[in-house]
Structure formats: C-alpha cells, structure tokens
C-alpha cells in the first residue's frame, strides 16, 4: 500500500501487489497522456490541473494477504479522509 501527495495537499492512497515502481510507472504515463480512467490520480491531476509529488511517495503498510491489504487500504483512506474533515 502506498501514498501518493498532491500539490493541492490531498492524497492518494492505493494498493497493488505487484513492485510499486512498476504501478508508479503507470499511474505517471497515465497522467501524462490523459488516460483517466486507467487512474484516480490521473484523474485527479486532469481535472483539478494539480501536479502529484511522484518524488515524495511512500510505502504505507504491507500484507501477505490480498485480503489483509484490502483492510489496510481502507483503513488508511479513512483515517486520511477523516483528517481531511
């Protein structure tokens, strides 16, 4: 699981079971191209003409278990938007 900053000051917050640099890798072409719907950040970076900090993306929580990561992920994503509030 892993954070992706905003210049806006949001963040995205996602999971992926493969080498996190191979998703960042694609979350990054899809921003650049404008393929939103390949990804939320993308999305995100499209609409509210805000830049990612793609140098300040950290690792939040690891799982052996697809299942547990989920979990995680949630998890985070409400803490994240609860601060946010």
Same mark, same amino acid.
Request: hydrophobic content about 35%; overall charge neutral; some cysteine.
């Given at each position: 699981?892993?954070?992706?900053?905003?210049?806006?000051?949001? !963040?995205?917050?996602?999971? *992926?079971?493969?080498? /996190?640099? *191979?998703?960042?890798?694609?979350?990054?072409?899809? *921003?650049?191209?404008?393929? *939103?719907?390949?990804?939320?950040?993308?999305?995100?970076? %499209?609409? !509210?003409?805000?830049?990612?900090? %793609?140098?300040?993306?950290?690792? /939040?929580?690891?799982?052996?278990?697809?299942?547990? /990561?989920?979990?995680?992920?949630?998890?985070?994503?409400? /803490?994240?938007?609860?601060?946010?509030?």
């Amino acid at each position: 699981m892993y954070r992706i900053p905003c210049s806006c000051g949001k !963040e995205y917050i996602g999971e *992926t079971k493969r080498a /996190l640099r *191979t998703r960042l890798k694609e979350h990054q072409a899809a *921003t650049r191209r404008g393929e *939103t719907e390949k990804s939320a950040i993308a999305e995100h970076a %499209w609409a !509210e003409q805000h830049c990612p900090a %793609w140098d300040e993306v950290t690792i /939040l929580e690891q799982a052996e278990r697809e299942d547990i /990561l989920r979990i995680k992920e949630a998890f985070c994503i409400a /803490l994240t938007d609860q601060k946010r509030a």
